[in-house]
Every structure is written in structure tokens, then in C-alpha cells.
């Protein structure tokens, strides 16, 4: 597994400072080709904010950014 550089508290703060970042580095270490579905293979997907989720628009599978694989 790749090691994470150390980070400062203003260098975090700038890379992970909000919610919505935190999530989009997330995404990006799970999906680093961007999404793919687990179960069909579709790349074709939504998000579902309420549920801070994405949805497959093939088969609907429904997968988190922080859900281990």
C-alpha cells in the first residue's frame, strides 16, 4: 500500500478540510479510473447525497466511497 506523505496541519486542512473533500480523495482512492461498478462493470452512475452513496444506473447497486471492499 502507498504511504501517505506527512502532512501539516494547514496542508491537511487545505486537502481534507471539508466534507466534500474528504469524500472526493476517498472516491478517487477507491475509483482511481473513476467509478466502476462492483457488481456489472457499468461506469454509467448517480449520487444519492442523503445516503452518501452512488448508484449504478445498469443493475442499481448502491456503493459508498468509505465501504471497504
Same mark, same amino acid.
Given at each position: 500500500?502507498? *504511504?501517505?506523505?506527512?502532512?501539516?496541519? #494547514? $496542508?491537511?486542512?487545505?486537502?481534507? &478540510?471539508?466534507?466534500? /473533500?474528504?469524500?472526493?480523495?476517498?472516491? *478517487?482512492?477507491?475509483?482511481?479510473? &473513476?467509478? #466502476?461498478?462492483? *457488481?456489472? &462493470?457499468?461506469?454509467?452512475?448517480? $449520487? %444519492? *447525497?442523503?445516503? &452518501?452513496?452512488?448508484?449504478? /444506473?445498469?443493475?442499481?447497486? $448502491?456503493?459508498?466511497? %468509505? $465501504? %471497504?471492499?
Amino acid at each position: 500500500m502507498a *504511504k501517505q506523505p506527512e502532512l501539516n496541519l #494547514v $496542508q491537511f486542512i487545505d486537502e481534507y &478540510g471539508t466534507e466534500e /473533500k474528504c469524500l472526493d480523495h476517498l472516491f *478517487k482512492h477507491k475509483w482511481p479510473t &473513476g467509478y #466502476v461498478c462492483e *457488481k456489472c &462493470g457499468s461506469v454509467e452512475y448517480y $449520487q %444519492i *447525497k442523503t445516503r &452518501g452513496t452512488y448508484e449504478c /444506473k445498469h443493475c442499481h447497486y $448502491q456503493a459508498s466511497a %468509505i $465501504q %471497504i471492499l
